[in-house]
């Protein structure tokens, strides 16, 4: 599993877990909450985790060719194991890039963006048995 630490609602740099991989030659990336964890959720982060960890795993593919998934343990959360995030609002993340670089924008075009901000998560249940076991078998892996 690969982490991304982020300020929590606490203030404090918190340590979260992901794994990324291919669903039906989809790609996707996995939140698992730690069972020991006391620190927010990642229900509750699933915008700034999903931001990072797609920026990270897959620089200029847009959030919507992505699937998202959070894991809970069966003892953390016995009703809902696995979800599926799926983000309303996908915006480029813009950056700074000086005089030169609008310049060249004007000559040869935007290019497409390395970077996303994702806002507006919707939770979907349940996932069919088939992808379950793969999911499973990524994180297992991981």
């Known amino acids: 599993?690969?982490?991304i630490t982020v300020r929590d609602s606490l203030?404090?740099?918190?340590?979260y877990s992901y794994v990324s991989g291919t669903l039906s030659s989809n790609p996707v990336i996995i939140f698992a909450q730690n069972p020991?964890?006391?620190?927010?959720?990642?229900?509750?982060?699933i915008e700034e985790?999903?931001?990072q960890a797609l920026?990270?795993?897959?620089?200029g593919i847009a959030p919507s060719a992505i699937r998202f998934f959070e894991y809970y343990s069966p003892e953390q959360n016995p009703l809902f194991v696995w979800q599926e995030v799926v983000f309303e609002d996908h915006t480029?993340?813009?950056?700074?890039?000086?005089?030169?670089?609008k310049f060249a924008e004007l000559?040869?075009?935007k290019p497409p963006p390395s970077a996303w901000i994702l806002g507006r998560p919707?939770?979907?249940r349940p996932l069919s048995p088939t992808e379950r076991s793969a999911l499973e078998a990524l994180v297992a892996g991981a």
Do not use: C, Y
């Open 107 to 109: 000559l040869f075009g």
């Open 122 to 124: 919707h939770w979907r």
């Open 36 to 45: 020991q964890s006391r620190s927010t959720s990642i229900t509750n982060l």
């Open 49 to 51: 985790l999903a931001t």
């Open 55 to 59: 920026a990270a795993e897959f620089p």
């Open 11 to 15: 203030g404090d740099g918190s340590s």
């Open 1 to 3: 599993m690969k982490r």
């Open 92 to 101: 480029p993340r813009e950056e700074d890039k000086g005089v030169l670089g």
